[in-house]
T-cell receptor
Framework: DAKTTQPPSMDCAEGRAANLPCNHS???????VYWYRQIHSQGPQYIIH???NNETNEMASLIITEDRKSSTLILPHATLRDTAVYYC????????????FGDGTTLTVKP | DTAVSQTPKYLVTQMGNDKSIKCEQN?????MYWYKQDSKKFLKIMFS???????INETVPNRFSPKSPDKAHLNLHINSLELGDSAVYFC????????????FGPGTRLTVT
């Protein structure tokens, strides 16, 4: 599985967009970009995933650069409940692989 | 209704004991997983399982074994518990034999003394 690099922490004002970057320069052609988050003491929660096209769902948008070496998760209107650790994971969409969540980015949404 | 549930939520036991953690999902998914999150918050997959195959992370000691009585359940058995087994264990499930869109349980905090 490709290695990812995320900033350890970020702050965002409530109601503003939160843009969380992820670098994955060694991504392979068959590997997807996944985003999960973990709110304190809870199980991880799936947010979104994509291969090469930008994706949007009710929770967030995923912007993947054309060379696929980096991506950005966008929470359009952050709320206090979005405070969590956000994990960017790059891997093939199969059950093979070690599938380790990295260090993630701790997003703190402030009033 | 809870989609993925685990019992117990907390488990405190002594070294050398054998214990089990239960996991149930009511989503109709055919693949289930076990993850371990250590004290550094590093989340690592241990097993993925459907009715066709078990994929084991080779770094997992053979003291850990998943048992699936049916498609909705994947229990984790741990023999001869060690101090280093202390962690939070998460169960998860997904719709197909692919990794996307997993639903996680609330976790079981295991403390080995």
């Amino acid at each position: 599985d490709a290695k990812t690099t995320q900033p350890p922490s970020m702050d965002c004002a409530e109601g503003r967009a939160a843009n969380l970057p992820c670098n994955h320069s060694t991504i392979s052609g068959n590997e997807y970009v996944y985003w999960y988050r973990q709110i304190h003491s809870q199980g991880p929660q799936y947010i979104i995933h994509g291969l090469k096209n930008n994706e949007t769902n009710e929770m967030a948008s995923l912007i993947i650069t054309e060379d696929r070496k980096s991506s950005t998760l966008i929470l359009p209107h952050a709320t206090l409940r979005d405070t969590a650790v956000y994990y960017c994971i790059v891997r093939a969409n199969t059950n093979a692989g070690k599938s380790t969540f990295g260090d993630g980015t701790t997003l703190t949404v402030k009033p | 209704d809870t989609a993925v549930s685990q019992t117990p939520k907390y488990l405190v036991t002594q070294m050398g004991n054998d214990k089990s953690i239960k996991c149930e999902q009511n989503l109709g998914h055919d693949t289930m997983y076990w993850y371990k999150q250590d004290s550094k918050k590093f989340l690592k997959i241990m097993f993925s399982y459907n009715n066709k195959e078990l994929i084991i992370n080779e770094t997992v000691p053979n003291r850990f074994s998943p048992k699936s009585p049916d498609k909705a359940h994947l229990n984790l058995h741990i023999n001869s518990l060690e101090l280093g087994d202390s962690a939070v264990y998460f169960c998860a499930s997904s719709q197909a034999s692919v990794w996307a869109e997993q639903y996680f349980g609330p976790g079981t905090r295991l403390t080995v003394t």
